[in-house]
């Protein structure tokens, strides 16, 4: 167990819907980046936020957004969904003095659009 | 361009026996190389990371080499045990990008009895 929780662990949607996904991080742990798994994509990197702000942006579409709360989860909202976002989301968080690289992962949300 | 790839997509090795998994990059400007495991159902779990300004580092059972010269890194896992099956994924940390890390397509490792 990681200790970074994530919910819901799967979910079914249609297109052109819109979901939210929970990441609760590691106690202590300030940062949070979101991951997606694709099967033709593989892990991407799509968004971090360290103690509630915005920090780097990667591979992430206009029609998701992320924030982190004063409590330090954070929520993934994807919009107008596409059959094409069907993957796993992993949340991951770091602690403030961990080695570089070292994330630990959630077990992930499997949204499916359908 | 910035890439990570893997050579082989599987590799099967007998239990007890070592496993060898390579990786190659293109990114000269990483500071880092790490390597993941994801067993099935769960999230990628952190096993080793090694620093460019290194050739080998070693943990419990793994052993990861970088050779720059050629932009490769392998990890290696001695007596590999049934509990090794996973999917093996090296990944890149850029230079100045703590932890945003930019993954390879991964190795699914299976051992055989």
Same mark, same amino acid.
Request: no cysteine.
């Given at each position: 167990d990681s200790g970074v929780t994530q919910t819901p662990k799967h979910l079914i949607t249609a297109t052109g819907q819109r979901v939210t996904l929970r990441c609760s991080p590691r106690s202590g742990d300030l940062s949070v980046y979101w991951y997606q798994q694709s099967l033709d994509q593989g892990l991407q990197f799509l968004i971090q936020y360290y103690n509630g702000e915005e920090r780097a942006k990667g591979n992430i579409l206009e029609r998701f957004s992320a924030q982190q709360f004063p409590d330090l989860h954070s929520e993934l909202n994807l919009s107008?969904?596409?059959?094409?976002? $069907?993957a796993l989301y992993f949340c991951a968080s770091s602690p403030? $003095? $961990?080695?570089?690289g070292e994330l630990f992962f959630g077990e992930g949300s499997r949204l499916t659009v359908l | 361009g910035e890439s990570v790839g893997l050579h082989l997509p599987t590799l099967s090795v007998q239990e007890g026996d070592n496993s060898i998994i390579n990786c190659a990059y293109s990114? %000269? =400007? +990483?500071?880092y190389f790490i390597w993941y495991k994801q067993e099935s159902g769960k999230g990628p779990q952190f096993i080793i990371d090694i620093r460019s300004n290194m050739d080998k580092r070693q943990g419990q059972r793994v052993t990861v080499l970088l050779n720059k010269t050629v932009k490769h890194l392998s990890l290696q896992i001695a =007596?590999?045990?049934?509990?090794? %099956?996973a999917v093996y994924f090296c990944a890149e940390n850029k230079r100045g +990008?703590?932890?945003q890390l930019t993954f390879g397509s991964g190795t699914q490792l299976t051992v055989l009895p």
């Open positions: 107008s969904l596409e059959l094409g976002d $069907s403030l $003095s $961990s080695e570089v | 990114n %000269s =400007a +990483s500071d =007596a590999t045990q049934p509990g090794d %099956s +990008s703590a932890r």
